[in-house]
Structure formats: structure tokens, C-alpha cells
């Protein structure tokens, strides 16, 4: 069955060959929408198209004639749109869109009016001269710009086209950390996707306020000198980029102080968020671009011609000057944050008091007890849950009734000698693929906390996977669903529920869904998490601690969680100790 990215990925390229064929502007736009929509659909969209079509056309963006073509992806795997659209052009052509900086309107271009039919062709152009002077493309600027790209995407050839969050961030922090030791620097910032807290990132852009042109020079040579380098793509005396050995690209942008904070906002993204505030400002009679917020005097290029900017040195105060409260470069995903009065006071790091999901030597993890809690104490937290794995999970040596009996009194123990920090005796149960959980219920009751997990049968269709949460969240001893799909990032789909089904029966009964913070995981997913927070649910976000390091992958959890929008008076993990002893004895009739 398609996946809601599959028929995304055939509404865009539908729009980007309806570009290059000169087709409507009004019906580009539509497509694109289309994409974007279902790409964020909480819902399995060939669940829906084969069950209830007629919800489909209630989803935003999406009428009648979208909505049949969803149906057709769902029931045939393609769209006869899309293949009328592949045959009108030549089969090199749309490769050309992956160039970097190359859109459906310059790929029109180079084939209308230079022949140019792939990448192979381009390439062979640019190096005979033959875009010299082509309308709109053939500048030396515009030239070296399309070079550059070629060059960008054949050294690219075989390298991984995603990298996780929790692969890249780092990266690119190390890079940043290098960066700031250069005299001159004045500011450095990771921007695009990583910034906005995106699950996978292509590349990593890291933007540098330099004081003058020499400072520029000095984080180039800084750059390119880096350990682990082992391309560089691109040197100039604005950007550098560079592909390190494990594939990912870096790209180094160097851009003046005075308009950093321009520079930030554009870079950082969206795309889609970046138009809206263009258009924004062209209302107010401004112009917004890389450079700064300036008066719109019907001239491109307002930098160039020595006009002072509006804003520009920060990000808040270009906010300021449209009307707006600044956006949480999370939220920057046109979702409706260009409608905000006020932006929300998102769940922070800071926030997080206490981990409700770990696990210690006695199944898989790496700590004993002791040290699981003096990490959870070094943290700041009030309560740390252990939560070692249940018998069905054998791979993991999952827990017999016996051994977690045991168990419970060893955590017990503990907690009296460690002092200073609760320990709550707990176990990620196992939810069998029929629904019902890994131990009884007598034996639930024993336990302070449980965390009920799927583990296995993640293939199930989306009815069953629904209904298998569905069971395990009405049994009165569960408190958290843990990572409900059981997905991991760019390695398995994991089970599709309905998710606002799923996530109304959890506030109806006073269950936590989580987000798992591990960046492999981060499930839920950031638009799982928005619908469980539209449905009323509690949202806990646990680093599912299996070695110490774990407890380190919270940040990634609150990136997802706050690109749902989650609060921290959602999150249980913000509780104070009383607090989540009362939530926890809410699921027992108030018995704690």
C-alpha cells in the first residue's frame, strides 16, 4: 500500500512537470498544496481514500478533482495525470530539478530555449559556452551559479540523500564551535532544517557574522582545513562547501553583521514560511529578502543601491517591524503562525523534570539501578522510572513475573539508598498484536507506572494496528503508550493507527502518548503529536534510556514536541512530583 509520502511525492512532481510544461499557474499551486497536505496527514490517506473517500475532500487544500486522484494513487499506485506529464518530457529532465538552486522555471528554460535535456547536456553546455547569453540564465553569475550546482550534484552521486537529526545536529555544532574561535566572528548559527528541528535534514547550512571581509577568509580557510573533509565543493568569498566523510554536505555561508539576522531567517526556513512573510511585507509596502527588510521602492536589489533597511542585525526585530511576534524556528512551517497575536510559550528542555521511561541491566539497558538514578539526580529530576522490558520482548531478556517481582523490590531498595530522587518500579510492557498486554492485570497492579509499547507485528494493517492501541489503552493500569508506531526513522514505517482515534481515547481516559525522543524514533512523529494535542491528550516525551548517553537525546524530543505545538502544561514529564503522583493515580480511581 502507498504511503501518505508516495502520494505526496507524485502531487510535487506533478507540479514541477506542469511547471516545465508551461502549464497553469493556478493548478502548480494546487499540486504543491496538495504535497504539502498530505505529507503532514496524521491519517493513512489510503486508509481514508479506500474506506471514507469523501473525508478527503474535507482536508485543507484538497477538493473533488485532488481528492480523485489520491483514490486512483491509492488503488493503482500511480496517477494517469502523472504519467501523461512524464511522457510530455524528455526522461533526463527531471534530474535537473535535484540541482541545487534550480527550479521548474529555469529547467523550462534551459530545455525551451537551450536544448538542454539533462544533466549530462548542461554540463556539456556550460563548458562550451553555449549559455552565454540565454535570456534570463546565461549571465557569468547565473552561469557559475548552474556550474557550481552540477559540480555540487555529480559529487553527490552515491552519497545518502538524508541524514537523521540526531546525526547531523551534531555535525554541525562541531562545525559551529570551530567557527566561533575565528577573530572577526562575530555570530555563528546552525540554520535550515536542523534548526527548525526536522527529523531528517539533506545538508546542514551554518550561517557566520563576520566584521569584515578578512574575517571571511580566515573562516574559509577554518572550514576547509577541518578534520574530516573530504571534498571540498565550493570556495568563495561568501559561501564555502564542503562533504565530510560519511557523505554529509556542509555548507558555510559568511554574510556581514549588520544583517545576520536577515540572513538567519532566510536561511533557517521554510521555504514556504520565507514566501509568506515576503508577502506580508509587500502588503506593508516593504520588501524582504536575505539582506534585510527594506522600503519597497519597485527595485530589486535594495542593498545595492545603498538603501538602509528597516531591519536586519535580528530576527525579532524583522518580526517586530510586520506585526508580528517572532516564530519559533520549530513552528516556521506555515501551519498558521503568520495568524499569531502572540506566540505560545513552547515546552523547553528546561522544562522536563523527571524520565518516565529507562531501563537498567536487569534487561537490556546499561545501568544498574544506582546509576540510572544518580543520572536522573545529576539532571535535576525529581522522579526517574524504571521501566525494564517485559517477557515477550526475549530479545531484549525481558522480564518473567518472577524476575520482575524481584525486581520491583530491588528498585525499592534502591531508591531508599540512593536518596534525594523518587524511583517509581515499572516495566514497558508489551502489546501483543491482538492488543492485550504482556502481563495480567494482577500483576500490572504491582507496578507504579506502566509504559505499554508496541514491539512486534508492526506490519498489522492500519484497522488492527488502531484497535491494538485502542485495547491497550483502556486497560486501567496503563499510563503511557510508548512510541506508538514503532517506527524508525529512513529504516521502517512502522504501524499506521488512526491517530486521532487513537489520541481521542487517550484523553478519554487520561493516557500519555509518547514521543520518544530518540533520534532514530521521535515517535511520535512531529504531526501525530499536533493531532494528539488537537484531541486533548497528554503528551510525554521520554529518552527511553538504555546507556547514559540516551539521556541526552531529550533535546531531540522537545524539537518534535514543539513543532506539534506541545505546551509544558501537556507534558507530564513537566510535572512537580505531586502533580504526577496525582495523574499517575488518576488511571487506579485515585489509588497511588
Same mark, same amino acid.
Given at each position: &500500500? $502507498?504511503?501518505?509520502?508516495d502520494i505526496a511525492n507524485a502531487f510535487e512532481e506533478m507540479a ?10 493556478? %493548478?502548480?499551486? *494546487?499540486?504543491?498544496? @496538495? ?23 474535507? &482536508? ?59 544533466? +549530462? ?25 548552474? %556550474? ?25 555544532? @562541531? ?19 536542523? !534548526? ?6 539533506? #545538508? ?7 566584521? #569584515? ?48 539576522? $536577515? ?49 536586519? +542585525? ?19 512551517? *506555515? ?40 543520572? *536522573? ?29 524481584r525486581h520491583i523490590d530491588a528498585v525499592r531498595a534502591a531508591e ?13 510492557? #508489551? ?36 484497535? !491494538? ?12 503508550? /510508548? ?33 520518544? @525522543? ?58 512537580? !512530583?505531586? /502533580? ?13
Amino acid at each position: &500500500m $502507498a504511503s501518505n509520502a508516495d502520494i505526496a511525492n507524485a502531487f510535487e512532481e506533478m507540479a514541477a512537470l506542469l511547471e516545465i510544461t508551461g502549464g497553469s499557474g493556478f %493548478r502548480v499551486s *494546487a499540486y504543491r498544496r @496538495a504535497a504539502r497536505t498530505c505529507a503532514e496527514a496524521p491519517d493513512d490517506l489510503c486508509v481514508i481514500a479506500t474506506r471514507v473517500p469523501k473525508q478527503l475532500e474535507a &482536508m485543507e487544500g484538497i477538493g473533488a478533482g485532488l481528492a480523485s486522484r489520491i483514490i486512483e494513487f491509492a488503488t493503482t499506485g500511480s496517477m494517469a495525470d502523472l504519467a501523461e506529464l512524464r511522457a510530455a518530457v524528455p526522461p533526463g529532465l527531471p534530474e535537473l530539478l535535484e540541482l541545487q538552486g534550480v527550479g521548474p522555471k529555469t529547467v523550462r528554460t534551459l530545455w525551451t530555449e537551450g536544448g538542454i535535456d539533462s544533466v +549530462a547536456s548542461l554540463k556539456s553546455a556550460i563548458e562550451s559556452g553555449a549559455l552565454e547569453g540565454l535570456l534570463r540564465i546565461g549571465t557569468p553569475k547565473s552561469i557559475a551559479n548552474l %556550474r557550481e550546482a552540477v559540480e555540487h550534484h555529480l559529487a553527490a552521486a552515491g552519497a545518502p540523500k538524508r541524514f537523521r537529526i540526531g546525526q547531523a545536529l551534531p555535525v554541525g555544532e @562541531a562545525v559551529a564551535a570551530r567557527l566561533r574561535t575565528v577573530a572577526g566572528v562575530g555570530r555563528v548559527e546552525i540554520a535550515g532544517s536542523a !534548526r527548525r528541528g526536522r527529523e531528517t535534514v539533506g #545538508d546542514l547550512d551554518v550561517l557566520v557574522g563576520i566584521h #569584515d571581509d578578512a574575517a571571511g577568509g580566515r573562516v574559509s580557510e577554518s572550514a576547509v582545513s577541518m578534520e574530516g573533509v573530504s571534498k571540498v565543493l565550493a570556495r568563495g568569498p561568501t559561501k564555502v562547501s564542503l562533504r565530510l566523510a560519511h557523505g554529509l554536505q556542509v555548507d558555510v555561508r559568511m554574510v556581514p553583521m549588520a544583517a545576520f539576522g $536577515a540572513a538567519l531567517l532566510y536561511f533557517t526556513g521554510s521555504k514556504e514560511h520565507n514566501v509568506q512573510l515576503r508577502e506580508r511585507a509587500i502588503a506593508r509596502g516593504l520588501h524582504l529578502n536575505e539582506y534585510g527588510l527594506f522600503p519597497d521602492d519597485g527595485s530589486p536589489a535594495p542593498q545595492e543601491r545603498g538603501i538602509a533597511p528597516v531591519a536586519a +542585525a535580528d530576527e525579532a526585530s524583522i518580526y517586530a517591524a510586520l506585526g508580528m511576534p517572532t516564530i519559533p524556528p520549530e513552528c516556521r512551517e *506555515a501551519h498558521g503562525e503568520l495568524g499569531w497575536t502572540e506566540a505560545p510559550r513552547l515546552v523547553e528542555v528546561g522544562d522536563i523534570r523527571c524520565e518516565l521511561h529507562a531501563h537498567t541491566t536487569e534487561s537490556d539497558g546499561q545501568l544498574p539501578i544506582v546509576a540510572l538514578a544518580e543520572l *536522573a539526580k545529576s539532571r535535576g529530576f525529581h522522579t526517574i522510572a524504571v521501566t525494564d522490558h517485559s517477557r515477550a520482548s526475549a530479545q531484549a531478556n525481558g522480564l518473567s513475573v518472577e524476575r520482575l517481582l524481584r525486581h520491583i523490590d530491588a528498585v525499592r531498595a534502591a531508591e531508599a539508598a540512593v536518596g534525594g530522587i523518587r524511583i517509581l518500579a515499572g516495566s514497558e510492557v #508489551d502489546i501483543l498484536a491482538d492488543g492485550h498486554l504482556d502481563y495480567d492485570d494482577e500483576t500490572l497492579a504491582k507496578l507504579d507506572i506502566v509504559v505499554a509499547s508496541p514491539h512486534t507485528a508492526l506490519r498489522q494493517d492500519p484497522a488492527t494496528a488502531t484497535e !491494538r492501541l485502542l485495547a491497550a489503552i483502556r486497560n486501567p493500569f496503563v499510563h503511557i503508550i /510508548g512510541h506508538p508506531t514503532g517506527r524508525i526513522i529512513l529504516g521502517r514505517d512502522g504501524l499506521s493507527p488512526d491517530i486521532r482515534t487513537v489520541a481521542a481515547a487517550a484523553a478519554e481516559h487520561g493516557v500519555a502518548l509518547e514521543i520518544n @525522543a530518540h533520534w532514530m524514533r521521535l515517535d511520535l512523529r512531529d504531526s501525530h503529536a499536533r493531532a494528539a494535542m488537537e484531541a486533548g491528550a497528554m503528551i510525554a516525551i521520554n529518552c527511553d534510556i538504555h546507556a547514559a548517553e540516551d539521556a541526552d537525546n531529550l533535546r531531540y524530543g522537545v524539537m518534535t514536541a514543539r513543532r506539534a505545538g506541545v505546551t509544558a502544561d501537556r507534558c507530564v514529564n513537566c510535572l512537580d !512530583r505531586t /502533580g504526577l503522583d496525582r495523574w499517575l493515580g488518576l488511571r487506579r480511581g485515585g489509588r497511588h
